[in-house]
């Protein structure tokens, strides 16, 4: 599912319109990027979380040459679900 697609399923099960939904997710994904910029948690009840790790240096491979590839650190995003999938 994209973001339009969720979107749309949204506000067919809301009843809202698109618009409204459309800008409800834009808010919601600009105040979790914000968050995390400044490396704190977002915990979503019922959801999940999203943290902010840092990876260390690591050493790869060149597809190509197979030559050896230091891999600079650097942050990444974490989700940790906390739903059950069937």
């Known amino acids: 599912m994209n ?3 969720l979107v ?14 459309k800008k409800s997710v834009d808010s919601l994904v600009d105040i979790v990027i914000r968050t995390l910029s400044e490396n704190e948690r977002v915990t979503i009840s019922g959801f999940g979380s999203f943290s902010v790790i840092q990876r260390s240096v690591r050493m790869g491979r060149n597809p190509r040459s197979g030559a050896p590839v230091r891999i600079a ?12 999938v069937e």
């Open 3 to 5: 973001k339009t697609q």
């Open 73 to 84: 650190p650097k942050k990444v995003v974490r989700f940790r679900s906390t739903v059950e």
């Open 8 to 21: 749309e399923a949204v506000a067919l099960e809301t009843g809202l319109s698109k618009v409204a939904v």
